[in-house]
């Protein structure tokens, strides 16, 4: 089901196991080797979503490896299915990224930009977007942030609140700008939708922000809600609902892929615990005294991940109860759909004149980012309810079922 | 926080573990000795509610124990919360129960009505009605079935289809109605609301609903939604929503109360996993191949109640997931304050002179009733949105904090 | 590691899961591809075991696939695994099968023995041992029954009395006499050692016990200790040891392969059911009040099998605590091993001159047989140590290492 | 049944969950009101034992709290059962405590020995335990350590290298000598039998163990084996005999007593989960590569403990399995009674003549104290049978039984 248009989707961590996950599931949709279970967004058709036949993969990272190379090495998927998908993804590369080893310690790969300052390296972002589009005879592109987490970053810092102040500090070189904000910098500038699936800061400098407003730019982020906090904001309105007092929730986190090894940098550990922890108090609308979230680097696991929570509720007459929920999920398989999700809809924004920070996205985020600074829903309920209506399916439901794909 | 009105909640099965700790926690809550967690319509004031201070409670049971005993049987309370209420709860015994061994085999007390016939047995338990109201000086009664489990019944024998046919029925002493019916016949030929917190057949019968329109008497039912199901019902439109596939759920229960007991009879457990086994399609929206629900008998577990559910699911690139949840509960403890809602919100439903089935209330049950036969809404958020819609709080959530009451 | 010596291994049910993991396992380690994690006595050297390349299998199955085929269907092993192995195993069939649906009802392949009666099915069991040893150069064959379980027999019949009894029975088509009990019948008759994998009753007839005793053919049984009950015994001990009562123990079982499909037959279920129950009392010294065995045959779990246990204890004071065990296991990888082991050391058995069960080998079995029909050790370090002693490694312990074997 | 001995028990940390559960216990054993079970020598009768009536308790805290109120705040036992022996406890108040915040930060309490220097700390400690014997009519005394964990210390420092040494460094209050040396100290240099059920730094001292080999002084530790460990240390044995090779072992515990206070201090923690690391790789043989531990202050949990274990295995064929264990257990329910027998047996060794470290108590212990520093043995098995032939019943096994006990 291809159309005649088509969407270049550039995604900074080309190489990394979500970006490979979600480039392979799309060639496998294209062949008819998959169908569509996963993608949230499938069935729903007449909205306007661009094809998941029509979108273009590119893309940034630090290790150079082809594409295949790279899937192999992050076991994501199956040795059948890899084969099936190789003679593509061994022609895609990545292209040298922007990189900066103060804001994201353990992830350390060769393949950089040869910039001199941070300037040059923003016009090597765009000089790769044109490229892109030109090469790959694209009608847009929407750029994605799905690299490692970078440490976090003072967003009241005077150089991030205007973009005047924001371009100054660029040409100074400024050491508070990270290469997430780089690559935003890079999209929103030029009116092209940007979204921040990782919980570092980079669309949410204000001066970014305002910019992204200016130049017709859809936004969102950021965070991927995926496996653990999926099931919390899923979780928390019903024990809200139900007036079951949340006591305590201890959640636990193993997983095994390079995040997790990123993880293992105190400073970009602080950066995801920090998203993950508020969302429970935002729906309980009382604060969970005992919320206590542990992520550890676990090499059994692999690109597998896995959450056991303990949730300790008071009921009627004081009485408590416990729930247990053990998660044994995908990361890569759970986010990867969600990226592709991402850049349908930015795209459907950008093409309805939408600009700035696209709420309605919320349900995609740990992190959901507000227009005006506002408290993010964070429940999920309503935030598909809040989908659905943005897409103008308002009252009715995701079809559960699934459509094959051929390209 | 007790206004000038009492209303009257008449229980069936008022030395059950559920009807026990309803009243005892509303003794508890009078007192200053428990607050409202638990009690999901808590904090919503102006919307017509009867206070809970105005609940006074009486009902019927085949054992004939006062109620101080009864929940000291139980355990569902503390030691020291049963001592609290130990003086008047003392003071309340059941009036004898309408009983039919045919319907519900492992439940045998001794306590039953002394009546010629089933007619004899409607008037016995409208006479009940009668001097509940006049000696308590209640404004109005409500009547709530919370007994066990009775076996299955074929809904479409012809002495069901019509309130004529359904009298003569009565009057010949038909075998096929149930003590079940005859609280609710009892109940909705005279405009009383009606709520069937069990699996077992009652209201539902064509011809009670009818005679429950014509008479004014709004119906709710069946089968409270608590544990397993509930959680079975938060998380299903969430994986719908995502699009993750449900391959399989197996579900056991464990449970060592009277009502774990009562399910050892085949009959009654039929009755059970048939309400249980329903709400997954429908929220999914396809046949779940292997939804495998199962329910022990389990001594040691006391009136606790425990599920564990294994969750196998499908994503992106057909990749399997696998959730697992233990839900360590206390049944009673979840099941009364549901009982006290339904009492106050079928009241309102009363006063607004509304009748027949309130499909708003669905949120309550398992298996919840609809007005034209139609297929229930199952999706805990969706049944949320609509009783916050039917109570005039569209748009809003529950507050999710506690008040305390005073008697 | 080959030596001089070929040992046939014949087994009932050569085309199911454990068998052609055996197989295929095997064939893995002769050519280096795995080494020998999960080999219980690997690396014991020097104590007269046959080594692992110099085994040889074969046996009889209802399916007729070859083993590459059947082991594919099985999805036991990876595409990389089944494809390294698959020219050896695609050459070798099954013999066609004694079979009677009368015992094992939901299994029923067309590769069965043309045979016109009891004793007849007999002979052609013989001359397939006897064709097996000639055209693969054997030393010795061991035959191993790893089939589907049987429904329950009545051991007390008279015809399973004594030796002449069973072989009058034989001769008169007697309809009490099981598949199994012909292929223990052919193996113990002729002195071959013979081992029971499976819950069925087979040399347990106490006419075969006389006969493997009279014919020196060493024989264990039955039923392998994989997941579940394996960890039962060996926590089971450890309870006892620290004076903690077991109060109720609640075990639920989900598998999804062919073994789960005739567990659908309540007969074949009762037989494994019965196994797995006894052996706590017998360890904890006292009964259990409330332990439940559930096996749920459950399609999306395939091979790979899962068990959830609840065990209630009480400890000092009277107060309760809870253990929940979730193990995710794979049927196959944990029993073929075993399969293996047994066939190894019944072979050292023969050597040595021992006939007639050998209790020593008691710690692969859930229900092991015993000399005299005494009551079974069941507590796995116990039943560890005796096999040490037996293998002549008293005091010592398994070395936890791995060896590479090549053929 | 109370003999005419009378054995003091001085506790370090009397007004702890531990003490005064053992405390309490003991007396509910006196009075019928409880039975044996959670003892491990229960039901061990003509070995020499001390009978359990015959035990006396007394100790040292730094909280001055009689113990009915101290066992009232822990609100390990039930109302019921602190209510029956409130009368007696209500009568002990503990004796002051030696205390040196340096080591052990998070645990302030006022009640400390006036003394003015580390001498005069041990003098006191011995007056302590001379009045303790006189008062009570005391046969004799044992001293055991279940205060809260301190810092880790050097132990190859020169002052702790002999007696001598030692002795000049306490008269020079040598900053290196914590609270529990000198409650050791001022044991095993009267020949007083001592036992340190704490991950502290105590009798491990070389200089120490000299002097209790000199003065007759039997001496057994450190920390006690109560959840996660003892689970760990009952599976790892099996899972190595059955050779399956764990990849890696992710454990979590939640507690939330005062215990679990003291581990928010970094030091403290530190000793914690060096005892819990060392058990697995010496019983299995080989170094696991990925053993994480976490222990985490979590209020809910009160003094009930829980443990999450995930483990994963390899199996035949390089397959993977995972088995997850949730233990929900009650931290001094499970040790008080370990600290009851210890006191017994320690006291059978000082009758017996033995001295210096008793190896055979291994069994209580996370790291067991080795009479020549050797590896010490950790499989629950083994170290049960050591138990078991120590006591003189080889080749038995604990009975299972209970025995009700009468003072």
């Known amino acids: 089901m291809a159309g005649t248009e088509r969407l270049g989707v550039a995604l900074v961590g080309l190489g990394g196991a979500v970006a490979t996950t979600a ?27 661009i094809d998941y036949g029509d979108l273009v993969f590119g893309g940034w990272d630090l290790y150079d490896d082809d594409l295949a190379k790279a899937a192999r090495n992050h076991s994501v998927l199956s040795d059948t ?9 061994g022609k895609m590369k990545p292209w040298p990224a922007s990189s900066n080893t103060d804001f994201c310690k353990n992830v350390v790969g060769s393949s950089t930009k040869r910039a001199k300052g941070l300037r040059d390296q923003v016009n090597g972002i765009r000089d790769d977007l044109e490229h892109f589009k030109k090469e790959q005879r694209l009608n847009r592109v929407v750029v994605i942030n799905v690299a490692s987490t970078e440490r976090p970053v003072n967003l009241s810092l005077p150089q991030f609140a205007t973009p005047e102040a924001f371009e100054a500090a660029l040409d100074a070189n400024d050491p508070n700008i ?6 935003a910098y890079a999209a929103v500038s030029k009116g092209i939708p940007f979204a921040n699936f990782t919980p570092s800061v980079a669309a949410d400098v204000p001066a970014l922000l305002e910019l992204a407003r200016r130049n017709g730019s859809p936004v969102a982020g950021k965070d991927g809600k995926t496996g653990q906090t999926l099931l ?5 309105p019903a024990l ?62 692999g690109d597998n991940k896995e959450a056991w929570d303990n949730i300790d509720v008071i ?36 093409r309805r004149g939408e600009s700035g920070v696209i709420e309605e996205l919320g349900c995609f985020f740990k992190a959901p980012m507000t227009r ?36």
């Open 372 to 407: 005006h600074g506002g408290t993010p829903e964070h429940s999920v309920p309503e935030q598909q309810r809040r989908l659905m209506g943005w897409l103008g399916k308002e009252g009715t439901q995701a079809t559960g079922g699934t459509e094959r794909v051929r390209g």
């Open 240 to 301: 809200r609902d139900r007036a079951l007092y949340v006591d305590g929730w201890y959640s636990t986190n193993i997983l095994g892929n390079r995040d997790g090894e990123a993880l293992n940098d105190p400073a970009s550990k602080a950066s995801k615990i920090d998203t993950k922890g508020a969302v429970l108090d935002s729906i309980l609308g009382y604060k969970v005294q005992d919320h206590i979230v542990q992520i550890q680097y676990y090499r059994p696991r």
């Open 81 to 89: 299915q890899l084969a099936a998908v190789s003679p593509i993804l």
């Open 232 to 236: 919390k904001t899923v979780l928390a």
């Open 178 to 183: 990270s290469p997430a904000m780089l690559y």
């Open 23 to 49: 480039v392979a599931g799309m060639e496998l949709l294209k062949r008819g080797l998959t169908d569509t279970k996963g993608l949230p967004l499938a069935g729903m058709h007449g909205l306007g979503l």
């Open 315 to 350: 009921g009627f007459c004081g009485q408590p109860m416990q729930l247990k929920i053990n998660f044994l999920c995908k990361d890569s398989i759970l986010a990867a759909p969600l990226v592709v999700e991402l850049a349908r809809t930015l795209d459907l924004a950008k």
